[in-house]
């Protein structure tokens, strides 16, 4: 699926962000660090509206594009139309950390071992 740009749509800083967190997802999936929907990255949109940027469900880490982030509020609902899904029990700890600590652009979370299950 081709994915429409939301250059557009988006302020300088935001965009500079989704081209930094796209290939932040890039890097993790060619180091091999993804654990398939088990490995999430987020990262807070600079302002007081505690807007997020996240992975859409679906793809692979080697497919996200700076347009296909999804833009996310505390509570994970879509703030911008986007084909894809998201998965909200994906966001749970990233918004729990974002909310605790405001000074955290950026939170990455990889579940390993037996107690990694399927979510969504």
């Known amino acids: 699926m081709t994915t429409p740009s939301v250059q557009s749509q988006v302020s300088e800083q935001e965009w500079q962000l989704r081209q930094d967190l796209a290939a932040c997802y890039r ?3 060619l180091y091999g660090w993804s654990d398939l929907v088990f490995t999430h990255i987020s990262a807070r949109i600079p302002g ?7 992975n859409p469900y679906g793809l ?5 594009t700076a347009s ?3 833009k ?3 509570h994970c609902n ?5 084909p ?21 652009g950026c939170v990455l ?10 979510c969504g």
Not at 48 to 54: A, M, S
Not at 60 to 64: G, Q, S, T
């Open 78 to 82: 879509k703030l911008i139309d986007s």
């Open 60 to 64: 692979m880490f080697d497919e996200i």
């Open 84 to 104: 894809y899904p998201v998965n909200p029990a994906g966001f749970v700890i990233h918004s729990a950390v974002h909310e605790a600590r405001e000074d955290a």
């Open 27 to 29: 890097l993790v999936a």
């Open 72 to 74: 996310v509020d505390q």
């Open 48 to 54: 007081p509206e505690h807007h997020f940027l996240i």
């Open 109 to 118: 979370r990889r579940l390993r071992g037996p107690r990694a299950r399927r």
């Open 68 to 70: 296909s982030l999804v």
